[in-house]
């Protein structure tokens, strides 16, 4: 926290991704290495409430290549989907779970590496779902 209040002089972290052409760049551009070097480590990703819009495709894309060599879970909070577009949009399936589909040798080369990644659904939305291994 303490990078934080040095660095941004307690201006808000959360940004949109149509502000990535504000006045303000070189901050934002800090804010996404911050965040990409924090997201590195993650394991376990609980999603609630978030719709994956189309605008944001590129910064969702560059967080899920960045976990996706350690990301091994991911709650997905949603009382209408159940999270498995995930996989196709964000490629996140492994070799094997292609199901004899042909691949690129580009494609193969982004899969290997990766942990299996269950996606759990979760379509209770009274509360915000905690994952017992947190």
Known sequence: MEYLEKYFD????????WETNSTDKQRLQSLNGLLKKNLEDTTILVVIGYSFPFYNRRIDNEIFEVQKKRLKKIYFQ?????????????NLRLPDETSGERLRPSQVARLLGTVPID????????????PVEL
Not at 10 to 17: E, G, N, S, V, Y
Not at 119 to 130: L, N, T
Request: charged share 35%; glycine share 4%.
């Open 78 to 90: 949603d009382p209408n989907l159940d999270g498995e577009f995930l996989r196709k949009r964000y």
């Open 10 to 17: 307690k201006k808000p972290i959360l940004t949109f991704a």
């Open 119 to 130: 996606i759990e659904s979760i379509k209770d939305c009274e509360q915000f779902f905690v």
